[in-house]
């Protein structure tokens, strides 16, 4: 599961394979022996899929999965497809470069990548375009300029200036800014809100309660208005200014610029419950797992990878082609690209206890081993 299409407009398998956009990927059918193509509803894995369904092997821990599988076609690399092969030859099967699969199997060098693709088209089959459309509830500001073939839910606030690229969907109670814009082609879930000043490219994709646009955290002490300990507000001039085909999960806040904008870079991809503040820089095509705080004016490079849970402090650059684990704390600018993990592994608590006890004593320890060493 899920079936995603009836029966009657499921697609043939080589029907599905010419509709999808497979640009850049070779790909190639090896059909199960005496059967003809199924009729594809939609997509599973290996263990749930029926009959009607395409599966897929991009990671090999899941190939024991593989002979019982009840899918209809499973898209999987070269070298699976010349294993399965070789094991029905050696077991009487159908013979040297034959199939005895009770499946379909779709040959492709990157089978991730394929599925991913025949996903889209199975989201866009299943979703087809809504008419244009602005609900009785919106409020439109009369200068805010919407492109053609719009579709605007109830209760959302298009303010003054804003400006709504074509064939672009507002979700229930969204807010678009003053002087705000979004690019053509673009989804904005129930209740994203752009406050006035923001930008975002064409094919956005925002999801529900993600807020670009708000202040960045600026303070400075100022005890003459309050006394001591007292803050003083510095307001926030700057924008945020985000890509084309940038993907911002669920309840994700992207600060203004102080004096500059935020940028988001196209292609990137943010998930749920991240934390950009104020004059970030994210480089094209850069992915952010879930719950990672990037603080001020820190500059991410291009390509990069963040994984969840990771901090990263203010005013620091990472190279292109950075990848960061997850819950990894990042104090300092790094240069050189690769990976950088900085998690301290988990035990048992007294055993964590022990250890950390160990490391606090570090210090103590090599300067006793130099000692040791002198004699």
């Not at 969204?174 to 705000?180: E, R």
């Not at 807020?211 to 307001?235: N, S, T």
């Amino acid at each position: 599961m899920p079936i995603l299409l009836d029966l009657d407009h499921a697609p043939s398998l080589d029907e599905l394979l010419s509709a999808t956009d497979t640009t850049g990927l070779e790909w190639r059918l090896s059909a199960a022996t005496g059967r003809t193509l199924p009729r594809i509803q939609g997509l599973g894995t290996l263990s749930s899929a029926g009959a009607t369904e395409i599966s897929f092997l991009a990671n090999p821990k899941y190939q024991s999965q593989l002979p019982g599988t009840q899918a209809g076609a499973v898209i999987v690399s070269p070298d699976v497809e010349q294993a399965l092969v070789a094991a029905e030859a050696a077991s009487g099967g159908a013979g040297e470069g034959a199939s005895t699969a009770t499946f379909a199997r779709v040959v492709c060098k990157n089978p991730y990548l394929l599925y991913a693709r025949v996903a889209q088209w199975f989201e866009r089959a299943r979703r087809p375009a809504a008419a244009a459309a602005i609900h009785p509830s919106a409020v439109v500001a009369a200068d805010a300029v919407i492109g053609d073939n719009v579709r605007i839910g109830p209760h959302c606030v298009v303010e003054a200036g804003a400006r709504i690229g074509a064939n672009t969907v507002l979700g229930p109670a969204c807010i678009i800014g003053a002087g705000s814009a979004v690019g053509a082609d673009s989804l904005l879930h129930a209740r994203v809100t752009l406050y006035a000043g923001v930008t975002v490219g064409a094919r956005a994709i925002l999801h529900s309660g993600c807020v670009l646009g708000a202040d960045g955290f600026g303070f400075a002490p100022d005890p003459a208005q309050g006394g001591r300990g007292a803050w003083g507000k510095i307001p926030q001039f700057g924008g945020v200014n985000v890509g084309d085909d940038v993907e911002i999960g669920a309840n994700t806040t992207i600060d203004r610029g102080a004096l500059e904008d935020t940028v988001i870079a196209h292609g990137v991809k943010l998930d749920n419950q991240i934390m950009v503040a104020h004059n970030v820089r994210i480089g094209a095509f850069t992915a952010v797992a879930a719950c990672v705080g990037i603080a001020g004016s820190t500059t991410v490079g291009e390509r990069c990878t963040i994984g969840g849970a990771s901090m990263l402090s203010g005013h620091l650059t990472l190279a292109d082609d950075v990848h960061i684990s997850g819950g990894t704390a990042i104090t300092s600018n790094i240069s050189k690209p690769g990976r950088y993990t900085g998690v301290y592994p988990y035990a048992e608590h007294g055993d964590w206890q022990r250890n950390a006890a160990v490391i606090q004593q570090l210090g103590q320890l090599r300067r006793r081993l130099r000692d040791v060493e002198k004699k």
